[in-house]
């Protein structure tokens, strides 16, 4: 069983190298290829910085540092540039948890939904980095609690792997040394979303809220009760069940 780690904080991140350590503990056939350079927030983006056509990467302790997207990163692997085509692809572990709807703009994500687009598992892996109480307050590296997230993420492969193809599925974990998983759902919004601080004729400054409370059962509620969450995410396909209007053009 091979497997591809991602992520979309770097190749150089704390996140993907106790992801990589942990899944290579299990047995498991590891390649490491993650962006050079931090590309949060890109979503599914297929983005690379090229020359005469060509998409740059160097080796890396790792593996390899790639100039791309995390999602790019993906569809290179697919087509076999890091060695065979991976069956599963991990992405992460993330600085930050990727909570509620707003998974649509995480780059951890669009990196497991677009292995899902290639015919493979995927499994997005996040851990909560905002310390409990009511001011915004973020957990330094150094105290964060990789390893919790790691091995709950290595001890899922071997499900993920008898899963059907594309499937997708989205880890969030607290910061503590041990977590309980739980199945939750996606909330309305994430921990935080943004807001207006203030705006002018020609500017706007944005800020970050927390949404309160957090729906039952939700991943957000859950998180913040000290569970892991998880939760499949329904790669992109077409509804069926929406009538669409049509009409014949003529020639």
């Not at 150094?142 to 919790?148: E, K, N, P």
Request: charged fraction near 20%.
């Amino acid at each position: 069983m091979r497997v591809l780690i991602t992520n979309d904080d770097g190749a150089d991140a704390p996140g993907i190298r106790a992801l990589a350590s942990s899944v290579r503990d299990r047995g498991y056939e590891t390649v490491v290829a993650a962006p050079a350079e931090e590309a949060s927030g890109m979503s599914a983006a297929l983005t690379a910085v090229t020359e005469d056509g060509r998409v740059a990467f160097r080796t890396h302790p790792l593996g390899y540092a790639v100039a791309a997207s995390p999602a790019f990163i993906v569809v290179l692997a697919a087509l076999g540039v890091f060695g065979p085509p991976p069956d599963l692809v991990l992405s992460g572990i993330n600085r930050g948890a990727n909570t509620g709807r707003g998974v649509l703009h995480s780059g951890t994500v669009g990196a497991a939904l677009t292995a899902a687009n290639q015919g493979f598992r995927g499994l997005a892996v996040s851990l909560d980095v905002i310390a409990p109480g009511d001011t915004f307050t973020v957990t330094e590296d150094a105290r964060l609690h990789w390893s919790t997230a790691a091995d709950l993420a290595a001890d899922l492969l071997d499900r993920l792997a008898d899963a059907p193809h594309r499937t997708v599925l989205n880890l969030n974990v607290p910061d503590r040394p041990a977590a309980e998983l739980r199945r939750a759902t996606l909330a309305s919004f994430g921990q935080v979303r943004m807001a207006v601080a203030e705006h002018g004729a020609d500017f706007a400054r944005l800020t970050l809220e927390r949404d309160e409370p957090p729906e039952e059962n939700s991943d957000v509620a859950l998180l913040s009760q000290g569970y892991a969450t998880l939760t499949a995410l329904q790669p992109v396909t077409e509804a069926p069940n929406i009538s669409i209007p049509t009409q014949r053009i003529p020639r």
